[in-house]
């Protein structure tokens, strides 16, 4: 197995989530392979990675609507694995949110509440009591009469959140629900959903490929990749000190900065080359970068921990602007060094001009090295930099 229990803390209650082992073939391919993992009561766990990382397959897998190849799926002392989705006790909203094209919005939502399993629990009072919370939750009250036809695909997403919240399950899935949403609308709900979840003192699974949107809601991340976990960790250790290359490119907006440095002694001196050009690194820098004892490596630096100037310092680096993107509160500028293209996010009052030649310093104390041929990290600095906290022990998984 290539991981480890990863508990927060102890005396979890009696629902938490706990995967074992857990894994799926579609033919050939690998779509999981082992992951274990345990989420518990009131804790949001968002699952991270690109397009094609196993998301969705993940939770299809613990809602029952997969079998998988190997492993095990437990809610509290209930197993879970050979179960039928129904009586799960799950939540799942999905990306492809599912509809009932012939309801409208207010009996899409209550449909969950109307269901045969939940036939006398709730009278109609109390179903729209918690319908309208919902729906003025999400800011759609004012469409609870109209059919998904008529809805934009935003409205739509809003409604399967909807459908969802207004449940009362042991697991909340939710598959990329905010999405579609416009970003104010998306920020504002963030955090109303994390509020409301983490009251319910329920394990919540949050799917998303967009890692800045996990870590805002989340209390830990997983970082899935090629349907394996990589890393799991707090949104500091995760951003701070990625496990691996793969993580690295993953994490940020825009991400870390990666350049392949090749070292080698001339005249008595070490020296650093990207692309066979040398290049002049802080002195504390190059000594990690012996340190590590390879003739190559990964460098890694984060686009905020960089400064341009048109001066040439000690440790400065030369290149050549390609190009400014002003955001207002701050500009992005990539630069060209020995062709290859790094980013660094500069005061909005910089002022460069395509083709400038400049200087780039690194904050070498930002700096992480990542080891070229497995692009593991190399070094833990989040041993340093993490608040201290014995709840969410630090892990790192195998990287390939």
């Known amino acids: ?119 006398g629990l709730f009278d109609a009072a109390e179903i729209r009591r918690r319908v309208d919370e919902v729906l003025e939750l999400t800011e759609i009250a004012h469409l609870a009469s109209r059919r998904p036809a008529e809805l934009s695909g935003g409205q739509k997403q809003r409604v399967a959140l909807c459908r969802t919240l207004i449940q009362a399950p042991e697991l909340f899935i939710l598959d990329e629900p905010i999405g579609h949403l416009d970003a104010k609308l998306r920020h504002r709900l963030r955090g109303e959903i994390r509020r409301r979840q983490r009251a319910l003192d329920k394990p919540t699974l949050w799917l998303t490929p967009d890692t800045l949107e996990g870590m805002a809601v989340a209390d830990r991340v997983v970082m899935l990749v090629g349907g394996q976990v990589r890393q799991v960790g707090t949104p500091h250790q995760v951003y701070s000190a990625p496990s691996s290359a793969s993580v690295a490119r993953l994490v940020g907006d825009p991400a870390m900065n990666l350049l392949d440095i090749w070292l080698k002694q001339e005249d008595g001196e070490l020296q650093a080359l990207c692309n066979g050009e040398r290049m002049t690194l802080p002195a504390t820098l190059m000594r990690r970068l012996a340190a590590q004892g390879k003739p190559y490596c990964t460098l890694g630096f984060p686009p905020l921990h960089t400064a341009i100037t048109s001066t040439a310092s000690a440790g400065a680096i030369r290149a050549e602007v390609y190009a400014v993107e002003p955001f207002g509160k701050y500009s992005l500028v990539t630069v060209d060094i020995h062709g290859a293209r790094i980013k660094s996010k500069m005061p909005p009052d910089f002022h460069a001009s395509v083709g ?45």
């Open 1 to 119: 197995m290539n991981a480890v229990s990863t508990k927060q803390g102890a005396g979890q209650g009696d629902q938490a989530l706990v995967l074992f082992g857990l894994s799926k073939r579609f033919g050939e391919l690998h779509a999981l392979n082992d992951i274990c993992l345990h989420a518990a009561p009131g804790e949001i766990i968002a699952v991270c990675g690109p397009s094609g990382a196993g998301k969705s397959t993940l939770g299809r897998l613990i809602s029952g609507l997969e079998v998988g190849d190997a492993g095990s799926i437990r809610l509290g002392d209930r197993e879970l694995t050979a179960l039928p989705p129904q009586k799960r006790r799950i939540a799942h909203m999905f990306e492809s949110l599912a509809l009932y094209p012939t309801l409208d919005v207010f009996s899409n939502v209550a449909s969950p509440l109307r269901a045969p399993s939940h036939k």
């Open 356 to 400: 400038d030649i400049v200087q780039i310093t690194l904050a070498a104390e930002h700096a992480l090295l990542f080891d070229h041929d497995s692009g593991l990290l190399i070094g833990d600095p989040a041993a340093d930099t993490a608040p201290s906290s014995t709840n969410v022990p630090h892990r790192h998984y195998e990287a390939q």
